[in-house]
């Protein structure tokens, strides 16, 4: 079975831009979840999309945000970057469903920098 | 609001010494524990989890971790470390929020194992 997939792997963009993030999560999983990684604040939960809907959100300013389609692959999307928005960030994905379901596979993370 | 506590945020040890990587928690309803590995540039990966019954839980590369409700601790340890075990590891638990899994990382202990 495939595991989670995240494009693009790298991404430079310059301040005032906007970035989309993809994940694709692992077949038959339903959750996906977005996190950012940073050396000064580790890792911070950004949002859980489940069934095409936000059902858990971290604690970002609204230029954050994301969606999930029917085939429950996840966009993450940041507006007007902030050189303090260079991190990795990292897609999760879950079953959501019996006692498997809490464990988190990760992929392998977008590292985008801020210029 | 339930809390991660990884006191040390590095730990160096000797090849084929013993480590223990301490994760504490704090959480007033029952929690799913779990350990993640994360290798440079990649992303976490699932090294065990305790969902239920027996308190000591062990993965096939030689970790163990064991459950201590009364001293709300999940530490990890293995008897002897090898050069391909330097690497950053999160501690993580997981509650029932409102009918969701809510899952919180500690800050991450970073593993340098010396030859």
């Known amino acids: 079975k495939a595991g989670v997939t995240q494009t693009p792997r790298y991404l430079i963009k310059t301040r005032g831009q906007q970035v989309t993030l993809s994940c694709s999560p692992i077949s038959g999983h339903r959750s996906v979840s977005w996190y950012q990684q940073t050396p000064g604040q580790g890792l911070q939960f950004l949002f859980e999309?489940?069934?095409?809907?936000?059902?858990n959100k971290g604690n970002f300013p609204g230029r954050f945000s994301g969606r999930q389609f029917s085939n429950s692959r996840s966009e993450m999307n940041v507006s007007t970057l902030e050189l303090g928005d260079s991190a990795l960030y990292l897609c999760?994905?879950?079953?959501?469903?019996?006692?498997?379901?809490?464990?988190?596979?990760f992929g392998p993370g977008t590292r985008l920098t801020v210029t | 609001a339930q809390s991660v506590t990884q006191l040390d945020s590095q730990v160096p040890v000797f090849e084929e010494a013993p480590v223990e990587l301490r994760c504490n928690y704090s959480s007033s309803v029952s929690v799913y524990l779990f350990w993640y590995v994360q290798y440079p540039n990649q992303g976490l990966q699932l090294l065990l989890k305790y969902l239920s019954g027996s308190t000591l839980v062990k993965s096939i590369n030689g970790f163990e971790a064991e459950f201590n409700k009364s001293q709300t601790s999940f530490h990890l340890r293995k008897p002897s470390v090898h050069i391909s075990d330097t690497a950053e590891y999160f501690c993580a638990v997981s509650v029932n929020s409102g009918g969701y899994q809510k899952v919180t990382f500690g800050t991450g202990t970073k593993l340098q194992v010396i030859p």
């Open positions: 999309y489940f069934s095409e809907t936000q059902r």
């Open positions: 999760a994905s879950s079953l959501r469903g019996g006692r498997s379901s809490y464990e988190q596979y």
